[in-house]
């Protein structure tokens, strides 16, 4: 059950843009009736996990951990809903931590933002340069290598 739910989790993740301002609001509503305690009479089962969710109207949810894009909510909105990540977000604070999960996910925009532009933090490149010989020809193979890698 655990290597499923961290699959599911995994899956979650890239199916969720951090950058999607949809995405974003998805997330947060669904870590609020997560954190409000909306998440009621959930059962574990081998590869799903079925619950409700008290919502404005009760939504019946079925995270399927092997095939998360056939997970399913009686609220009909696109996969995944609120009421699926507050699930998900129920079932996984018993194997790990909630706020560090969504950390990780709002890290990957960062990541995904600087990977795009081909920038690059300036402890990484003070770590990767080396020192440049104080001369004529060592300015010469900086310049070179500099104009080569771009």
């Known amino acids: 059950m655990?290597?499923?739910?961290?699959?599911?989790?995994e899956e979650l993740k890239k199916m969720l843009r951090p950058t999607a301002p949809e995405h974003i609001v998805t997330v947060q509503r669904g870590l609020l009736l997560y954190r409000q305690d909306m998440v009621?009479?959930?059962?574990?089962?081998?590869?799903?996990?079925?619950?409700?969710?008290?919502?404005?109207?009760?939504?019946?949810?079925?995270?399927?951990?092997?095939?998360?894009?056939?997970?399913?909510?009686?609220?009909?909105?696109?996969?995944?809903?609120?009421?699926?990540?507050?699930?998900?977000?129920?079932?996984?604070?018993e194997h790990g931590?909630?706020?560090?999960?969504?950390?990780?996910?709002?890290?990957?925009?960062?990541?995904?933002?600087?990977?795009?532009?081909q920038i690059q933090k300036a402890k990484a490149l003070l770590?990767?340069?080396e020192v440049m010989e104080q001369s004529y020809e060592g300015w010469k193979k900086f310049m070179s290598d500099t104009f080569r890698t771009q």
């Open 97 to 117: 931590s909630v706020s560090e999960w969504v950390q990780v996910w709002k890290d990957n925009r960062k990541t995904a933002d600087l990977s795009i532009l």
């Open 40 to 93: 009621y009479n959930k059962s574990v089962l081998a590869e799903k996990i079925e619950a409700s969710v008290q919502d404005v109207v009760p939504c019946k949810v079925e995270l399927d951990l092997q095939f998360p894009s056939m997970s399913n909510c009686s609220c009909r909105q696109p996969v995944p809903c609120r009421h699926q990540l507050a699930v998900f977000f129920s079932s996984y604070e």
């Open 127 to 129: 770590e990767e340069s």
């Open 2 to 9: 655990n290597n499923l739910l961290l699959f599911y989790s």
